[in-house]
């Protein structure tokens, strides 16, 4: 699982070994065992604990069946046991306790199945099925070896504008649509609705990385990411907003990578305040798209975004989206006014169909997928399509992005760009 990779065992590496607490286990297991060509002397008694012992000193195998009956903190336990397991190895555990928190904690943790005893020889034989079928099939890389990694960040210039919802429509179009490989990175640790947007429980994985970033690495991500479906994974949270998330970003910047080995497509769902305390997060991120709504604190904040990406990501191309737009009477300001005031032109309009958003809510599907005929569809299709033909060609935007308006604009400052701002429903003062 985490342990250095050692090419010389590789070759020596048995195809199946078992630690059981219990003759019963034992022999529930060696029939198995000897259906799928494997030897019944590699079920060992000892459990977890012999488990941990023996693996320190020897090759990992490529199927590890470990018994838990015998562990107080079979969580704890786990990772003990993947500090020794080599990246490769699908460990299969069994316990007694039947509780459901506890299988998908396993889960999260990087295990492939948790079975509960007394063994089923049925459920046995489907489990190291599906054991063998991952051994087997190819990396999720190799698919798209042909054309370069999509990173992409999406950012919301102020909360609720909407940008978890491009991000999780963005991550299901590459992917269903695409056919691209594509993981979804919800860095909100405490409040992330990539999970729920998409009606998965979370997991442990995200937390689990930050508090322990040595962890990370390719069978982590695969073992820790949520599946949305065959081409579209999901690594999110929901940690206790007691418990406050200490990082220097450092696991962070490690996801990202581990990512882009194991993933076509990377979209990470990035709360603007990442920006100030991580801005090394951009470094390798082709496209940002900035997703803002049409109001005054939005203008402000868009302008404030933008001038950083000048300043320290200027290697990073930023698409501008501007979400929920309603009718011109409705707006807070015009399309126009804003284009103005951030000297540069919205690339997507995304329009305001509350009607959809919702269903989509209610189903647990992206809107992209829910809004089939809505004008929303469209934009979205249309981002899709821009930032692969980005990422896809590897052209990056190194000019500053260039005024809409005459010269005089330039050097302006941002309460003057504000203050030209024409706020509809007011009426002008007569002189």
């Not at 070896?145 to 429509?169: E, K, L, N, W, Y």
């Amino acid at each position: 699982m985490n342990a250095p990779f050692h090419p010389a065992r590789a070759s020596q590496r048995e195809p199946f070994v078992a630690f059981v607490c219990d003759e019963t286990t034992a022999e529930a297991l060696r029939p198995i065992a000897v259906e799928l060509g494997w030897s019944p002397e590699k079920v060992n008694k000892g459990g977890l604990r012999n488990a941990v012992q023996t693996l320190s000193v020897s090759a990992s195998p490529n199927i590890l069946f470990v018994d838990l009956s015998e562990s107080g903190d079979p969580l704890n336990d786990i990772n003990a046991l993947a500090e020794v397991c080599e990246p490769g190895t699908i460990v299969i555990a069994c316990g007694q306790v039947n509780d459901v928190r506890l299988y998908r904690d396993l889960v999260a943790s990087g295990i492939h199945d948790y079975l509960l005893k007394p063994l089923n020889p049925d459920a046995l034989r489907d489990t190291f099925a599906q054991a063998q079928a991952a051994l087997a099939a190819p990396k999720l890389a190799e698919a798209g070896a042909d054309r370069p990694h999509c990173s992409v960040a999406v950012i919301g210039t102020r909360g609720g504008c909407g940008a978890s919802t491009i991000a999780t429509s963005l991550a299901w179009l590459f992917g269903d649509k695409q056919g691209r490989a594509t993981a979804l990175l919800d860095l909100d640790v405490h409040f992330g609705t990539g999970a729920l947007a998409l009606d998965l429980e979370p997991g442990r994985g995200l937390t689990d990385a930050i508090e322990n970033p040595s962890r990370i690495d390719g069978l982590f991500i695969e073992r820790a990411m949520v599946r949305a479906s065959e081409r579209l994974a999901v690594l999110s949270a929901e940690a206790p907003i007691s418990s406050p998330i200490l990082s220097d970003g450092a696991a962070f910047y490690q996801l990202q990578e581990e990512m882009r080995s194991a993933f076509e497509c990377t979209v990470v769902d990035l709360p603007r305040n990442m920006l100030v305390n991580h801005p090394h997060l951009i470094t390798d991120v082709q496209v940002a798209v900035l997703v803002t709504e049409l109001t005054l604190a939005a203008a402000r904040d868009a302008i404030r975004i933008l001038s950083w990406f000048k300043s320290n990501a200027s290697q990073t191309q930023v698409i501008v989206v501007a979400n929920k737009v309603q009718q011109p009477a409705v707006l807070e300001i015009s399309r126009k006014d804003f284009e103005g005031s951030i000297e540069r032109k919205i690339d997507i309009v995304v329009p305001f169909e509350p009607r959809i958003a919702s269903q989509a809510a209610k189903l647990g599907k992206p809107l992209a997928e829910t809004g089939k005929g809505a004008k929303s569809l469209a934009a979205f299709m249309d981002l899709a399509r821009r930032i692969t033909a980005i990422t896809d060609s590897g052209d990056r935007d190194d000019t500053p992005a260039k005024s809409n308006k005459s010269g005089d604009r330039k050097g302006k400052s941002l309460l003057g760009k504000l203050s030209e701002i024409k706020m509809p429903g007011k009426a002008k003062a007569k002189k």
